[in-house]
């Protein structure tokens, strides 16, 4: 019989990009110009829409510390 072990790691603005690269630590501007994704191909223009706005990554205690994309 085999055990798995859980790491847990506290997300932080210092460590987020170690732990999840696809996060950009300088927060998002409020104004980005769409483009072009083959992945959304198939997709009507309002889905596409949504998948280009912005996520703000939070930490454990709710200060942000970065931003992401949807896609």
Same mark, same amino acid.
């Given at each position: !019989?085999?055990?798995? *072990? *859980? *790491? *847990?790691?506290?997300?932080?603005? @210092? %460590?987020? =990009?170690?732990?999840?690269?696809?996060?950009?630590?300088?927060?998002?501007?409020?104004? #980005?110009?769409?483009?072009? @994704? %083959?992945?959304?191909?198939?997709?009507? +223009?309002?889905? =596409? #829409?949504? !998948?280009? +706005?912005?996520?703000?990554?939070?930490? #454990? @205690?709710?200060?942000? =510390?970065?931003?992401?994309?949807?896609?």
């Amino acid at each position: !019989m085999s055990t798995t *072990t *859980t *790491t *847990t790691h506290t997300v932080t603005a @210092d %460590n987020v =990009i170690r732990l999840f690269p696809e996060v950009d630590a300088s927060l998002a501007s409020s104004h #980005r110009k769409p483009v072009q @994704d %083959n992945d959304l191909e198939g997709y009507d +223009e309002e889905q =596409i #829409r949504l !998948m280009e +706005e912005v996520c703000i990554v939070l930490d #454990r @205690d709710d200060n942000p =510390i970065g931003s992401a994309s949807k896609k």
